[in-house]
């Protein structure tokens, strides 16, 4: 059997903060529903989601649709942008550029911040540089 089978879903983490029934339905039993606020969502989201393109704005270099997967955590899925912030001391070493970079994972959400921490877990489970 494949490991990369036994992972878990990056998305879920924020139906499972949300609403344990929301994430069994989504994740175990398949069940999927657009709606109105989905379908705004998916539309906000195509304006980031594109893997091939890239930029490089002074110290910060964005990717955009980046896979993230981590075995230790038993997480994968894909953050909507990543921006790579250019340090002398700590992060990891790209090739093609000097120094070190950390790695700063940004998730988009459609509507008004939640008054609780149901849209951060989404990032937070990722260290600040890998």
Known sequence: MNIEDDLL???GIQ???FCERQWALIHIE??????????EGHHLHE?????LQSDKRGKVITYRAFPL??????????????????????????EGYEGKWLLHPV???R?????????AVQVSCFPRFF
């Open 47 to 51: 304006r980031v989601d594109d893997p």
């Open 9 to 11: 879903m990056l998305s």
């Open 107 to 109: 998730e988009y959400k």
């Open 69 to 94: 997967i981590s075995r230790q955590l038993g997480l994968t899925g894909r953050a909507d942008v990543v921006e790579l912030e250019y340090s002398e001391e700590h992060g990891v070493q790209l």
């Open 30 to 39: 398949q069940q999927w529903a657009e709606n109105v606020k989905t379908t």
């Open 111 to 119: 509507g008004k911040q939640k008054p609780d921490d149901r849209d």
């Open 15 to 17: 139906h499972m903060a």
